[in-house]
């Protein structure tokens, strides 16, 4: 079965920070672009960092410099580093990945809530 569980979301103060996991299985990620999306009530999902074959991360400007992606292709596992956490962060998180013919590595999760607020 092939599925995608992201984990480590929970409620931070403003500044906070926390790490989320995606553990993927069922097929390795090796030949998927695996990216984090985020999705907050009343909005589209929305890319906000992602990963290449050759381990080079890009992200969107609204986290540019607080976040941090990586993975483990051992543990065939995704993280999500968040620092400096603001209350506009506040979203489900997801992950996901695409091969070069557009395919996605799994249906989309349910995500892991990440609630920023004091």
């Known amino acids: 079965q092939v599925q995608l569980v992201e984990s480590g979301g929970g409620l931070v103060q403003p500044g906070g920070s926390l790490r989320l996991s995606c553990a993927a299985s069922g097929r390795p990620f090796s030949s998927y672009i695996m990216g984090w999306y985020r999705q907050a009530p009343g909005t589209q999902r929305e890319r906000i960092a992602y990963?290449?074959?050759?381990?080079?991360?890009s992200y969107a400007d609204s986290v540019k410099g607080r976040f941090t992606m990586s993975r483990d292709t051992a543990k065939n596992t995704l993280y999500l580093q968040m620092n400096s956490l603001k209350p506009e962060d506040t979203a489900v998180y997801f992950c996901n990945g695409f091969d070069s013919s557009g395919g996605m590595f799994s249906n989309w999760g349910q995500g892991t809530q990440v609630t920023v607020s004091s």
């Open positions: 990963i290449t074959a050759i381990g080079s991360s």
